[in-house]
C-alpha cells in the first residue's frame, strides 16, 4: 500500500517530521503494513478497555524522598543548557506547507 502525498503531507505536520528520503517513506509503509494486521484480529463483542488494568485496583504509594540535591550532577548530562534549566528542539516549529516544500514524492 503506497502512502499518497497528502497523507505524507498531513502525518507531517501532525508529527512535525519531515520525510524527505525514501527511508523514512519507506519506514512509515512498514509501519502501516504491521498497524494493518489489527484489522485481522475479530473484536465482535468486545467491549472498549480505558486501560488494560481497568479490572484492577491501583493505589498510590507514599513519595518518600530518598535523593535530592544533584542538580548539578544531573545537568552536566546536557547538551545545552540555559541556567539551569535543559534546552529541548522547539517542537512547535510548524512545517512549511506541502507546495512550499522540496519533496522527492512531489508528483507522484
Same mark, same amino acid.
Given at each position: 500500500?503506497?502512502? @499518497?502525498? !497528502?497523507?505524507?503531507?498531513? %502525518?507531517?505536520? %501532525?508529527?512535525?517530521?519531515?520525510?524527505?528520503? @525514501?527511508?523514512?517513506?519507506?519506514?512509515?509503509?512498514?509501519?502501516?503494513?504491521?498497524?494493518?494486521?489489527?484489522?485481522?484480529?475479530?473484536?465482535?463483542?468486545?467491549?472498549?478497555?480505558?486501560?488494560?488494568?481497568?479490572?484492577?485496583?491501583?493505589?498510590?504509594?507514599?513519595?518518600?524522598?530518598? !535523593?535530592?540535591?544533584?542538580?548539578? !550532577?544531573?545537568?552536566?548530562?546536557?547538551?545545552?543548557?540555559?541556567?539551569?534549566?535543559?534546552?529541548?528542539? =522547539?517542537?512547535?516549529?510548524? %512545517? =512549511?506547507?506541502? !507546495?512550499?516544500?522540496?519533496?522527492?514524492?512531489?508528483?507522484?
Amino acid at each position: 500500500q503506497k502512502v @499518497s502525498v !497528502e497523507v505524507l503531507d498531513h %502525518l507531517e505536520h %501532525l508529527a512535525l517530521v519531515d520525510f524527505r528520503d @525514501s527511508e523514512g517513506v519507506e519506514r512509515l509503509q512498514k509501519a502501516i503494513e504491521f498497524a494493518d494486521q489489527l484489522h485481522e484480529v475479530n473484536t465482535d463483542g468486545v467491549e472498549p478497555m480505558d486501560s488494560v488494568l481497568e479490572d484492577r485496583c491501583l493505589y498510590l504509594r507514599e513519595d518518600d524522598v530518598t !535523593e535530592g540535591n544533584c542538580t548539578k !550532577e544531573l545537568l552536566e548530562n546536557a547538551r545545552e543548557k540555559v541556567e539551569e534549566y535543559f534546552v529541548a528542539p =522547539p517542537g512547535n516549529i510548524p %512545517l =512549511p506547507k506541502l !507546495e512550499e516544500r522540496d519533496t522527492f514524492l512531489q508528483g507522484s
